[in-house]
DNA sequence: CTGCCTTGTGAAGAATACTTCACAACTCTC
DNA sequence: GAGAGTTGTGAAGTATTCTTCACAAGGCAG
């Protein structure tokens, strides 16, 4: 699937090898010399990702910041400063940017900061199955208990767990073991015990953050 | 539901002195009068909290922790140290206690402490709806998207909603609003528009996490 | 007022997720 | 090696969730 990326600034000279570049990379790039043009472009079609210029005549970057985020609010916007300004910075990404990068740069930093953004939109977009992973997950009561016994102990057998659990039958346990094995969550080694892999415990993590941000 | 708690004291008389109060809560109480007899009464029945005192003959309450999580990862352990040191307590929640009381201590600051460790531990056995209701609104991945562009634009009316998802069938995100309503993360104003509620900002704040977790 | 956009409901069906049951291999202990 | 407890599979049924469709009330511009 090719991505839509925007280029918004002011000097022809530097659009230009930015869409070169882009291109050659292998996505669908536009380009607006201004920021009411690249409103309108908005209005069209829709962007995986923006990259803006901070200086500009007319409405400059960071009051474009809002207005392009109300038309989109799911697009990653990189702005590109020239001052090395970290207040700029803070206040781009206060205003509703994703990151930031100063001007000049290398084009393989540019590139860097457009992947990682690229990837991030995808994974947010649901493109990644795992954050669907990971609420699938924690989505069952059962599960969620395992999880937090397995964080707990350490490993445990299964009959152990299933006592733990105080569950009547064990096949269901069986039934949940395995949704997060195949989620990635807990692995079962040759000892024959389960136990959680990384990710695992990261979802734990997330289970307790969970928990606690919700009893104030 | 009757709530059942288990004291480990050896003092005999501080021990009787608590069965009575929280009998007199409406609790179950049980007691023991050091860790050995306690973990033989764990075997036999399972118990929502414990209270702990940390000094006794034979093992002593810190080395009975583990033990006891051991046999009873979801119970909630409350310490009760006669010495006012931080890194008793420290190392006792390391040990895995979920909480600690200060002796000597006035009967309401320990019913301060059992009240406040069952409402979380009949929270996190998902009695209380709430984590469900939190996963349940965040397992679907229209249901996150939603969440973040309310998030990000702070209100919405419907169809601009439904344009800044990109879907073609309004009644899917209709049906999907109305879940999130249900689960009381957005709200609906006199002005037709939709707007996230204290808890949907939370929720919200959840998925940032969990994707920011995600993404090392 | 006419027509179009907005906003919404409810029911039927498709798709998933969950539970339960019947059964079997396997590992201990005696 | 007999028997009890452990561990696991798969199929069938049940429940829940999601999608889609048909339709309609209300508002607003021309």
Same mark, same amino acid.
Request: proline share 3%; with cysteine; net charge negative.
């Given at each position: 699937?090719?991505?839509?990326?925007?280029?918004?600034?002011?000097?022809?000279?530097?659009?230009?090898? @930015?869409?070169?570049?882009? &291109?050659?990379?292998?996505?669908?790039?536009?380009?607006? !010399? /201004? $920021?009411?043009?690249?409103?309108?472009?908005?209005?069209?079609?829709?962007?995986?990702?923006?990259?803006?210029?901070?200086?500009?005549?007319?409405?400059?970057?960071?009051?474009?910041?809002?207005?392009?985020?109300?038309?989109?609010?799911?697009?990653?916007?990189?702005?590109?400063?020239?001052?090395?300004?970290?207040?700029?910075?803070?206040?781009?990404?206060?205003?509703?940017?994703?990151?930031?990068?100063?001007?000049?740069?290398?084009?393989?930093?540019?590139?860097?900061?457009?992947?990682?953004?690229?990837?991030?939109?995808?994974? @947010?977009?649901?493109?990644? &199955?795992?954050?669907?992973?990971?609420?699938?997950?924690? !989505? /069952? $009561?059962?599960?969620?208990?395992?999880?937090?016994?397995?964080?707990?102990?350490?490993?445990?057998?299964?009959?152990?767990?299933?006592?733990?659990?105080?569950?009547?039958?064990?096949?269901?346990?069986?039934?949940?073991?395995?949704?997060?094995?195949?989620?990635?969550?807990?692995?079962?080694?040759?000892?024959?015990?389960?136990?959680?892999?990384?990710?695992?415990?990261?979802?734990?993590?997330?289970?307790?953050?969970?928990?606690?941000?919700?009893?104030?």
């Amino acid at each position: 699937m090719m991505e839509n990326i925007l280029v918004i600034d002011d000097e022809e000279e530097l659009r230009t090898t @930015l869409v070169e570049v882009l &291109v050659r990379e292998g996505l669908a790039v536009q380009e607006a !010399a /201004n $920021a009411d043009q690249a409103l309108t472009m908005l209005k069209s079609a829709p962007f995986h990702l923006i990259l803006l210029d901070m200086v500009m005549p007319g409405t400059d970057g960071m009051s474009a910041i809002p207005l392009i985020r109300k038309q989109a609010p799911r697009t990653r916007i990189i702005v590109m400063t020239a001052f090395a300004s970290v207040q700029n910075a803070v206040h781009a990404l206060q205003q509703g940017a994703d990151d930031y990068i100063v001007k000049p740069f290398k084009i393989e930093a540019l590139m860097l900061a457009v992947r990682r953004n690229l990837q991030k939109a995808r994974f @947010l977009d649901g493109e990644a &199955v795992e954050l669907d992973g990971v609420f699938h997950g924690l !989505a /069952n $009561a059962m599960r969620r208990q395992i999880l937090l016994v397995l964080d707990r102990q350490g490993q445990s057998r299964f009959m152990d767990l299933v006592r733990l659990l105080e569950v009547e039958d064990h096949t269901k346990v069986n039934f949940h073991l395995k949704v997060l094995r195949e989620a990635g969550f807990i692995e079962h080694g040759k000892d024959k015990t389960y136990a959680l892999t990384a990710a695992g415990h990261r979802a734990a993590s997330c289970l307790s953050f969970i928990s606690g941000s919700l009893t104030p």
